[in-house]
């Protein structure tokens, strides 16, 4: 069996990229703002409860794991909305 390129179902990226309308402009953006303010939350929720673990001595993966996560998505999203 031979696979040709790397995609297994024919699909290509386009040629160049869509245009979107003013309005889906918006809805990006603020989609993309509000993920991010959502994400910001979850890293502080992350962070706190790291700390509150940590003050007793305990090592709190899913909460670092939390902080971490949130703080990269946050900066994600908050980087496509910076370019919409």
């Keep these: ?3 040709r390129g790397h995609h297994l179902s024919g699909w290509r990226r386009p040629e160049k990229p ?3 309308t003013e309005s889906q402009r918006a809805y990006k953006w603020l ?3 509000i ?3 959502v994400c910001a939350m ?3 929720w992350g962070f706190i ?3 509150a673990a940590a003050s007793h001595g305990v090592l ?3 909460h670092l794991a939390a902080m971490l996560i949130g703080s990269l998505m946050a900066y994600v999203f908050g980087d496509i909305a910076e370019r919409a």
């Design 31 to 33: 989609f993309c703002l």
């Design 35 to 37: 993920a991010c303010a």
């Design 42 to 44: 979850v890293a502080v």
């Design 60 to 62: 709190s993966v899913l």
């Design 49 to 51: 409860w790291a700390a």
């Design 1 to 3: 069996m031979m696979i």
């Design 18 to 20: 869509v245009e979107l």
